[in-house]
């Protein structure tokens, strides 16, 4: 029996031109992955002063434009509300 046993390694057939190109854009998009994660974790100073700068100026305008927003919204909540209250 033992002499009957096929101990060579089994035939692996050349990969074609579509694995080769799936493979490779794997490791690209793994590559491109990794990138935004360290673009993510390690921030650029220069701009980070620039941005809050610009952040605590638009800042005062969405609080106003949000104050203004939230008048007509409560107004139709309570209507809703007090015909839900005729309906029973």
């Not at 060579?8 to 579509?18: K, M, W």
Request: charged share 30%; hydrophobic share 35%.
């Amino acid at each position: 029996m033992s002499a009957e046993l096929d101990l060579s390694p089994p035939d692996v057939p050349e990969p074609t031109f579509l694995e080769s190109l799936l493979r490779y854009g794997l490791f690209l998009g793994a590559i491109f992955q990794l990138i935004c994660i360290l673009a993510i974790l390690i921030p650029n100073s220069s701009k980070g002063h620039e941005q809050e700068e610009t952040n605590e100026a638009t800042d005062g305008k969405t609080a106003e434009q949000m104050k203004k927003s939230k008048g007509p919204v409560t107004q139709i909540r309570q209507k809703l509300k007090k015909e839900s209250k005729k309906k029973r």
